[in-house]
Structure formats: structure tokens, C-alpha cells
């Protein structure tokens, strides 16, 4: 729930936005930057802007791109182009090769769901967890999959001598548990600023100032407070990165660099790793939600995956009380002990 008194925005009983009295539409509007990725999303979302629409504005002159969204509909999509489509575009699938893999999706999705984790589990794990946890096992996807560049729909080659930033943390869900250390930050409840459509939590809420732009979401908890006035960014680390934002035209582009060593995206460390996320309205009830990785110690190349983000007020953000030190955690470590004495 948002109430706006005067130029104050309040979240909840969580969240407090101050607006500074020396914003102005101009300062946080930004100019052109040289970040990858920009004329390959913008190619994108041109083509997928729904006829005649009209970005709507805020009061003070920025795209207008506040509301709750959900990605849950999104759940079963691919995240690489499946190698049944090898060779195609996203737009030379027809309907009725995309009605059919949505149909399969569905299927596959119910008989894995018992054995499947959130997010992108380590190799030959597989984790118990009860159905009706599951947001949407009917997802009834809009695309065929994720990754938009390169143009083959597959994450690009690693880069020489990437073996040497492999993440040393723990797989997630590790059957080891002798010590908070054996687990995952995910099992830890210590975020990371970007995550797929998942079993539940896809849940987002985004609420603008002329100074800031403060991205929720539901798993994890966590509120980003993107800043507009181009400051520097600081040069310490965190988990989940330090964001800064400004806009370009109807698009707010967002850069988030200096994530802690520790955090692992696709299993190798995001020491380095600059993540270029860019957020357009394309439609009422729709924004498109695009991140361009740029890790040169990682990967041989950019690259790029895109999903929307679907207005819904039925999906509101609930409390998601996992936080460092929670119960989980304890109880997992305290089952290790109980197990150690069988």
C-alpha cells in the first residue's frame, strides 16, 4: 500500500523516500552513455511497444513506471533458446509451434515441481519442496525464451582464463551443514540484486521520486534505492551491488557494479561483473525488464536476457522473513547436529 503525502512516498511501514527540493525533471533525466547492450534492447522493445501507446508521465516528467508487478507468468520460460529452435529467431516461432512448447512446459513443469528449488540449482541437485508453493505451474509464457543477445539466444562463450573467478561458495541447497559456512548465500537469505521468475515470491513493486527510484520485491525482501543525480558511485562492495540511474527518453537505465567477490552469478564470481538493467513501459499494463551482463574476466562478450514485468495489483508484495541468521538456517544446521547423533 503507497501513500503520497506532498513530496513524501511511503511504503508500507518499512520504506521512507525523502525527496530533495533541488531535483528537477532536467537533472535526473541524464545524458546518452556508452553502456552495452543499448541498440540491441532498444531494437527489442521497439518491436514489442504496444500499437499507438503512449509511455504516461509523472508529475514531474519522468516515464511513469510505478506499480506492483509480478513475473509469475513468465515461470516456465526457457532461459537459452532451446536447441528444437536452433537456427530461429524469436519471431520466426509460429503460434502454433509456441502454443504446443507452452503446453509441454506445463507438463514438464507439474512433474518436476517436487523436486525443483528456485532460481538456477547447481547440477544433480534436486530439492523436496511442497506443490502448493509453486506460484504458477500454468504459466502461460509470452516468449519463446530469455536471452535476446546475442542473436542465437545463448549465453556467450567464457572468456580466456575464466576458470580462475569460479565461485568457491557452496552449491546451493549443499547437503553439508556442519556450519553456516557449508551454505549457499541464497540458503543464507543474503540477496543478489537480479533473479529469474521462480516457484513463488514474483512478487515486484516499483515507486518513483524526481530524485529516486525504489525497485521492491518480494523474495528476499529487499528495496533498492536507485539514485538519479548521477553521483559517483562508492567504492566499497555488497551484495548486492551499488546502483545509480538516470533516464533515456522513455527508458530508465540503471548500472549496478561493485558486488562482494562472494556473490556467484551462473557459478563464477561477480567481482567484476557490471549489470546494465533497462526498464521501458511498452504497454498499460506492461514493462519491459532488461539486463546486460558485462563481465570481461567471465565472458567473451555482453550479453543480454529480457522479460516483462506484468502490472497486477492482485500480487501484492507479502513478508518474505528470510534475513541473515533467520530461523531456517539454524534449523538447518541444528539438523545437522540431531543427524550427528543417529
Given at each position: 500500500?503507497?501513500?503520497?503525502?506532498?513530496?513524501?512516498?511511503?511504503?508500507?511501514?518499512?520504506?521512507?523516500?525523502?525527496?530533495?527540493?533541488?531535483?528537477?525533471?532536467g537533472q535526473a533525466t541524464g545524458s546518452s552513455r556508452d553502456?552495452?547492450?543499448?541498440?540491441?534492447?532498444?531494437?527489442?522493445?521497439?518491436?514489442?511497444?504496444?500499437?499507438?501507446?503512449?509511455?504516461?508521465?509523472?508529475?514531474?516528467?519522468?516515464?511513469?513506471?510505478?506499480?506492483?508487478?509480478?513475473?509469475?507468468?513468465?515461470?516456465?520460460?526457457?532461459?537459452?533458446?532451446?536447441?528444437?529452435?536452433?537456427?530461429?529467431?524469436?519471431?520466426?516461432?509460429?503460434?502454433?509451434?509456441?502454443?504446443?512448447?507452452?503446453?509441454?512446459?506445463?507438463?514438464?513443469?507439474?512433474?518436476?515441481?517436487?523436486?525443483?528449488?528456485?532460481?538456477?540449482?547447481?547440477?544433480?541437485?534436486?530439492?523436496?519442496?511442497?506443490?502448493?508453493?509453486?506460484?504458477?505451474?500454468?504459466?502461460?509464457?509470452?516468449?519463446?525464451?530469455?536471452v535476446m543477445d546475442p542473436p542465437d539466444g545463448k549465453v556467450?562463450?567464457?572468456?580466456?582464463?575464466?576458470?580462475?573467478?569460479?565461485?568457491?561458495?557452496?552449491?546451493?541447497?549443499?547437503?553439508?551443514?556442519?556450519?553456516?559456512?557449508?551454505?549457499?548465500?541464497?540458503?543464507?537469505?543474503?540477496?543478489?540484486?537480479?533473479?529469474?521468475?521462480?516457484?513463488?515470491?514474483?512478487?515486484?513493486?516499483?515507486?518513483?521520486?524526481?530524485?529516486?527510484?525504489?525497485?521492491?520485491?518480494?523474495?528476499?525482501?529487499?528495496?533498492?534505492?536507485?539514485?538519479?543525480?548521477?553521483?559517483?558511485?562508492?567504492?566499497?562492495?555488497?551484495?548486492?551491488?551499488?546502483?545509480?540511474?538516470?533516464?533515456?527518453?522513455?527508458?530508465?537505465?540503471?548500472?549496478?557494479?561493485?558486488?562482494?567477490?562472494?556473490?556467484?552469478?551462473?557459478?563464477?564470481?561477480?567481482?567484476?561483473?557490471?549489470?546494465?538493467?533497462?526498464?521501458?513501459?511498452?504497454?498499460?499494463?506492461?514493462?519491459?525488464?532488461?539486463?546486460?551482463?558485462?563481465?570481461?574476466?567471465?565472458?567473451?562478450?555482453?550479453?543480454?536476457?529480457?522479460?516483462?514485468?506484468?502490472?497486477?495489483?492482485?500480487?501484492?508484495?507479502?513478508?518474505?522473513?528470510?534475513?541473515?541468521?533467520?530461523?531456517?538456517?539454524?534449523?538447518?544446521?541444528?539438523?545437522?547436529?540431531?543427524?550427528?547423533?543417529?
Amino acid at each position: 500500500m503507497i501513500r503520497r503525502i506532498g513530496r513524501v512516498s511511503c511504503i508500507g511501514a518499512g520504506i521512507l523516500v525523502m525527496v530533495s527540493t533541488a531535483a528537477s525533471a532536467g537533472q535526473a533525466t541524464g545524458s546518452s552513455r556508452d553502456l552495452p547492450g543499448a541498440d540491441a534492447v532498444k531494437a527489442f522493445v521497439a518491436a514489442r511497444v504496444a500499437p499507438n501507446f503512449a509511455a504516461p508521465k509523472t508529475p514531474w516528467g519522468h516515464p511513469d513506471l510505478q506499480g506492483i508487478f509480478t513475473t509469475k507468468d513468465e515461470a516456465n520460460t526457457p532461459f537459452e533458446r532451446p536447441d528444437e529452435w536452433a537456427g530461429k529467431r524469436m519471431e520466426d516461432i509460429t503460434p502454433q509451434e509456441f502454443s504446443a512448447a507452452i503446453e509441454q512446459r506445463q507438463l514438464a513443469a507439474v512433474e518436476r515441481a517436487p523436486f525443483a528449488g528456485g532460481g538456477e540449482p547447481e547440477e544433480g541437485v534436486a530439492i523436496a519442496v511442497p506443490i502448493h508453493w509453486f506460484d504458477n505451474l500454468a504459466a502461460v509464457d509470452s516468449r519463446p525464451w530469455f536471452v535476446m543477445d546475442p542473436p542465437d539466444g545463448k549465453v556467450p562463450a567464457l572468456a580466456a582464463g575464466a576458470s580462475a573467478y569460479r565461485s568457491t561458495q557452496p552449491a546451493f541447497s549443499t547437503p553439508h551443514r556442519d556450519t553456516y559456512l557449508d551454505r549457499n548465500l541464497t540458503d543464507r537469505c543474503i540477496g543478489f540484486a537480479f533473479r529469474m521468475p521462480s516457484i513463488y515470491g514474483n512478487s515486484y513493486q516499483i515507486v518513483q521520486t524526481p530524485d529516486y527510484v525504489v525497485f521492491r520485491r518480494e523474495q528476499l525482501h529487499d528495496a533498492r534505492v536507485i539514485p538519479l543525480d548521477n553521483r559517483p558511485f562508492p567504492s566499497m562492495r555488497s551484495f548486492e551491488g551499488h546502483s545509480r540511474g538516470h533516464f533515456e527518453g522513455d527508458t530508465l537505465v540503471v548500472e549496478t557494479t561493485n558486488f562482494d567477490e562472494r556473490v556467484a552469478y551462473r557459478g563464477y564470481s561477480a567481482k567484476d561483473l557490471r549489470v546494465i538493467e533497462r526498464f521501458t513501459r511498452i504497454a498499460p499494463d506492461k514493462i519491459e525488464w532488461s539486463m546486460t551482463l558485462d563481465n570481461p574476466t567471465v565472458y567473451a562478450r555482453p550479453w543480454t536476457f529480457s522479460f516483462p514485468l506484468t502490472e497486477d495489483s492482485t500480487q501484492p508484495i507479502h513478508e518474505y522473513a528470510c534475513h541473515e541468521g533467520n530461523y531456517g538456517l539454524a534449523n538447518i544446521l541444528s539438523a545437522g547436529r540431531a543427524a550427528d547423533t543417529k
